[in-house]
């Protein structure tokens, strides 16, 4: 059974860098069947996809936070993570990480961590 | 990138049915997910790849597709059922998740 967690600081000052790594169980990340995200979803509103990477180190972004993102893979630790750099307050939000074969589903997703953006 | 528009709020009766319906400038919108979402959790598939529903939820829920829209079907809501609702589709490696919408259920 596939699990994740999400961990990394829950308070993130206004253009510092977002950074949170989400610890894979179950399966490893080098596995070819899995592609790894991650979705946020600000306080009230709506969820809002992220990005992803695949085994391969492979990435897509969304194209609203590309210039900004950054998420990487780390077999050995059978992590990824995510940083996104300049943050503002709009980036306050619920950062999941979740799992999905390529161009399915999420079946799998962390249970969240809440990200307050704030001096 | 597109939008998947889906309407703000949706109200049903206990035992009714509940329509929601996903739709943009997203053509062949054939393979859409579903997510169900309550408070303070993590979202929950409840349809795959259109009109797919995985086992462990229950046969009221059913998905469909016309055109460019989608919609969710939850016949004869529970009010179990009461939750966040959201589309889900990929196009060219890249996600878009529907607007939302809030089902409740009276």
């Known amino acids: 059974q596939v699990q994740l967690q999400e961990s990394g600081p829950a308070l993130v000052g206004p253009s510092e860098t977002l950074s949170l790594t989400c610890t894979v169980s179950?399966?490893?990340?080098?596995?070819?069947?899995?592609?790894w995200s991650w979705v946020r979803q600000p306080p009230g509103k709506g969820l809002e996809w992220i990005g992803n990477?695949?085994?391969?180190?492979?990435?897509f972004y969304s194209p609203s936070l590309r210039s900004r993102l950054d998420i990487s893979l780390d077999t050995w630790k059978n992590q990824f993570s995510l940083n996104l750099i300049s943050v503002t307050a709009a980036d306050t939000a619920v950062y999941f990480c979740?799992?999905?074969?390529?161009?399915?589903?999420?079946?799998?997703w962390g249970r969240g961590t809440v990200v307050t953006v704030s001096s | 990138s597109f939008a998947l528009t889906q309407p703000l709020s949706v109200s049903v009766a206990l035992g009714q049915t509940a329509r929601i319906s996903c739709g943009g400038d997203?053509?062949?919108?054939?393979?859409v997910h579903w997510y169900q979402q309550k408070p303070n959790q993590a979202p929950v598939v409840v349809i795959f790849?259109?009109?797919n529903r995985p086992s462990e939820i229950p046969e009221r829920f059913a998905g469909s597709t016309s055109g460019s829209t989608a919609t969710l079907t939850i016949t004869s809501a529970q009010g179990d059922d009461e939750a966040d609702y959201y589309c889900?589709?990929?196009?060219?490696?890249?996600?878009?998740f529907g607007t939302g919408t809030k089902v409740t259920v009276l």
């Open positions: 979740a799992a999905n074969q390529p161009l399915e589903s999420f079946p799998v």
């Open positions: 179950g399966v490893s990340t080098r596995s070819r069947n899995y592609f």
């Open positions: 990477i695949a085994y391969s180190g492979n990435t």
């Open positions: 997203y053509f062949g919108i054939k393979d």
């Open positions: 790849r259109g009109t």
């Open positions: 889900h589709v990929w196009d060219s490696g890249t996600s878009v």
